[in-house]
């Protein structure tokens, strides 16, 4: 079964480098990318965060206090 996603993986350009992972793409909700600065810099920005169940990007200055703390204390994220 991994064999066959990993082919069909290819077929679309997209490269797995674990591929053991795959079983559990199918319970992903939310897909988050961090960008490590390698291109321009070594900081992310916040532009906003999507609430679950849908609905309207929430701004960094609305966050709740508490998804604000849980954002500053990840390493090199900028609010």
């Known amino acids: 079964a991994v064999t066959n996603s990993l082919a069909a993986l290819a077929r679309s350009a997209v490269y797995c480098?674990?591929?053991?992972r795959i079983q559990f793409a199918g319970a992903v909700d939310v897909c988050a990318f961090d960008k490590t600065?390698?291109?321009t810099s070594d900081q992310m920005d916040v532009e906003g965060v999507a609430p679950p169940g849908?609905?309207?990007l929430l701004g960094a200055a609305a966050l709740?206090?508490?998804a604000a703390l849980v954002l500053a204390a990840c390493h090199?994220?900028?609010l």
């Open 17 to 20: 480098t674990e591929p053991f």
């Open 37 to 39: 600065g390698t291109l």
């Open 54 to 56: 849908g609905g309207a």
């Open 64 to 66: 709740p206090r508490d």
């Open 76 to 78: 090199g994220v900028a």
